[in-house]
């Protein structure tokens, strides 16, 4: 397990952890790593800091033992949860919320996610059902192509973006 910190191109940043960086490479290219924040898929590896510890007696050129100078603190690596280590991501997986605003998209994308039914790529057609009055009414969100929101809207559909990406689509 490798943990990276990223960042997107909208300046979030965020840790989350990889298998290893021949799977952060794969995941990246196929568009599976999003911002944790703000759902955008442009993301890369931000600069870290090395964790390099010393070796255990360093020698000098002549071959005698060199003073051990105090060696830097690092920090202690953070446990993989169980849930990293098999496979699987868990709501709050990445670094935590910071800042105001992140607290609070946050918050919405927890009501949202409890109070509305996931129904993915089925968005559109679903909005379009419930506004001709061929379904239910309901609470609903998920995903739709930037084009096909905007006919929503001319034809009067109630529809609003929402600051993130589905629970399902996130790293």
Known sequence: MIQYSLKCADGHSFDSWFQSAAAFDKLAAAGMVSCAVCGGSRVEKAIMAPRVRPG????????EPEPQAAAPAVPAPVPVPAAVAAGRREPGM???????????????????EENSEYVGGRFVQEARAMHLGEAPERAI?????????????????PVMPLPFRPGRKSN
């Open 56 to 63: 255990r007696t360093a020698v000098s050129a002549v071959g």
């Open 94 to 112: 990445l670094s935590r919320p910071s800042g105001e605003v992140e607290k609070a998209i946050s918050e919405l994308r927890r009501k949202v």
């Open 141 to 157: 969100h998920g995903e739709a192509k930037l084009e096909d929101a905007r006919e929503l809207i001319e034809d009067g559909v």
